[in-house]
Structure formats: C-alpha cells, structure tokens
C-alpha cells in the first residue's frame, strides 16, 4: 500500500479544512501511512487524525507584500518537508488542499509523484500570483478536484485531470445536527461565520447590527481571540452584536440561528462554494448572499434563500425583516432550504469529461447542453 501526505496551510474550523479532514478520514484505509504537513497539530478540524505531523510555522499579516512573501516562504519549507519525508518512503501520493500549498505541486512534479488539488479558492491576491500559481499547478499536478462550476469557470486548468466535485454533509454533522434540532430552540439571531478577512464582509455585517437594533447578531470568526480584539480594537461594537471567535462547535450558533448571511464582497472575493449555506440549509436556515459566485449554485432566489449583494445594505434589511415578521414565508423558506441540503447528502460529481468539452486550441471552454 502506497502512503499520502496531505498539505494544507492552516489547520484551522474554516469549510475548506473541514472537508479536508473528511477526505482523510474516508481514504485512510486505503494507505500504508498518513502524513499530514500544517501549521499546527491542534486547534482545528486536522487535529487528532493518526497520522504523522510535519508542522509548518506559517500565519496570515495584515500587510500584503509581507504576507505574500511569508507565502513564498512557506513553499520552501514545504518543500524540504516533502524532501525528509522521501528519504524514508520513496514512493507517496500527494493531496494538496487549496491552490496556496504551491510548493508541493512542483515537488510532485520534480519527483514524479502523483499530486491532486482540492481547489476551494478563486480569488488570490496578487493577481500577479495567481497567474504564476496557475501556471505551475495546470503543468504539475495530475488531477485538480474543484468545489462547484464556480471555481472552475474562475481558474480553469488545462493539462491534469479535471472533476467537480462539491462538497457534502458528513454524517456526523446530520447527526449533531438532528439532536441540536430536537432540543426545541427558538431559532431567532442573525448569524454569520467568516474568516478575519475585510473582504469577507465582516465591517458590513456589524454596520448591519447597528443599523438593526431589535435583532440578536451573532458572528463567528475563525481566528484567535487576540487577533479579533486587535481588529477590532478601535471599533464601537453594538450591544446587540456578540462577536466570537474559532468554534470547535459550530452547532449551537447554527441552531439559534434564524437568518444566516454572507456578505462577501464579490468584486473582492468571489466566493466560490458556501460550505455555512450549506451546514444553515441542514438546519432549515434560509440564507442572504452575493448574486454572484457559489452561493447561485446553492441558493434558488426567493425559493430557499436571497441573492442580495452585499452593498445594498437597505435590501438586506428590508429582507431580514421580511423573513423575520412574515411567518408563513419564513416556514417556507426554512423547509425549502433544509431540501436543498438534503441534496448534498452524497458528494455531487460531475467528470469534466461529460460536463464539459475544451478547445485546447483556442484555450476555451465550452458547456454542453
């Protein structure tokens, strides 16, 4: 039996590393040995996994040209892990998890490994980097699995093996789920998880709880306590927003919850799934995102969520109200949203083979009827 070494920057409780760690846990059976490369062993949904840890120091900077530099870093030391990892066992599969891990896609490539990415990204800053990321992946990689048509239509590669794939509900979150649902909360705050990221729309989300004082907001950001009160250091909060930070359990914020929403700028960062739209529709959650991106894949306008962008505010507002006042719409919404997550249950996979057909020559992409 072949071993695999799984590299992903952050092992943190985001949608991406969540997956990431349900792809280790349905494919361990299947390797001699496991290894995982990340920037901690603890703190997040890698944790706790019988595998072998090769950890990274790596973390994100406010300043961009920095924090694009630590990243060029980080592929060197990835690299030299990949190199003492060979020494031992010749032969290993590689699994990149995001597009960042760029360091590993050329070791596989150097070295003849097979290497697969997990895109869940499409937007990278520097647009200058992003090209030069594409164009090494598209020629190193063996086969890139994306999230949703979304992802693929916002970074298409050419040369490896292409599928989509979109992420699913795990058993154990149906069942976490099922028993915090039968406990009778009254779902009644406004939530929103996110990343310590301006462009995630966090700013937006507390001028909304200003501007909405009658409502509870409840917001969740994946980082530590400290980084979220240097954020917001100089910030007035509203006392009816409750701010908080990594959660290893997510479920009791999803089952106060009646509203869920993202507010990611999309003319910043195009979101390219919505894994709490998904997780929020389980729990019969109607949701308010971006027209544009992932979040058109998961949501029907009107029937089982919004599409309102995130600019317009008073929208927004008009339509939190509209859920919140008007019962009979909420109820449906809530049970059209829990059918929509039931469709998730099992991967959806489309082989791009089917879905697609390319025009290598003129470097396009063509979908079928």
Request: aromatic letters at 10%; hydrophobic letters at 40%.
């Amino acid at each position: 039996m072949k071993s695999i070494v799984y590299v992903h920057l952050h092992n943190d409780y985001t949608g991406s590393t969540r997956v990431l760690s349900k792809v280790i846990k349905k494919n361990e059976e299947k390797f001699h040995a496991i290894h995982i490369i990340t920037n901690s062993s603890t703190g997040g949904f890698l944790s706790d996994i019988d595998a072998t840890y090769h950890l990274i120091k790596f973390d994100q900077h406010r300043n961009k040209y920095i924090r694009t530099l630590k990243l060029l870093w980080i592929q060197l030391i990835i690299f030299l892990k990949l190199l003492k990892i060979r020494k031992s066992r010749r032969q290993f599969d590689i699994y990149t998890n995001t597009l960042l891990p760029f360091g590993a896609t050329l070791f596989g490539k150097l070295f003849k490994q097979k290497t697969i990415v997990h895109i869940h990204e499409t937007s990278i800053r520097p647009k200058l980097l992003e090209k030069i990321i594409l164009l090494l992946v598209n020629y190193s990689v063996t086969k890139a699995i994306y999230v949703s048509k979304t992802c693929y239509n916002s970074l298409p590669l050419h040369k490896p093996t292409l599928e989509i794939k979109y992420n699913s509900l795990s058993e154990n979150f149906m069942q976490m789920a099922t028993l915090y649902k039968q406990q009778g909360i009254v779902p009644k705050h406004i939530l929103m998880i996110s990343s310590l990221n301006k462009h995630k729309g966090i700013y937006t989300f507390i001028e909304l709880a200003k501007k909405c004082p009658q409502y509870t907001f409840e917001l969740v950001i994946s980082a530590a306590p400290q980084s979220i009160n240097k954020e917001f250091s100089n910030l007035n909060i509203p006392k009816n927003l409750n701010i908080y930070s990594a959660q290893s359990n997510i479920h009791p914020f999803y089952a106060r919850a009646a509203i869920l929403l993202n507010l990611s700028n999309p003319d910043k960062w195009v979101e390219s799934f919505g894994m709490t739209i998904l997780e929020a529709s389980f729990y019969g959650v109607p949701s308010i995102a971006p027209p544009i991106g992932g979040p058109t894949e998961l949501i029907v306008n009107s029937h089982d969520g919004f599409l309102v962008h995130p600019k317009n505010q008073e929208k927004i507002i008009f339509t939190v109200a509209k859920l919140m006042n008007d019962r009979s719409l909420y109820q449906s919404m809530s049970e059209n949203a829990y059918k929509k997550a039931l469709t998730f249950i099992k991967p959806i996979f489309h082989n791009m083979e089917n879905l697609y057909a390319v025009d290598k020559n003129k470097n396009q992409t063509i979908i079928k009827p």
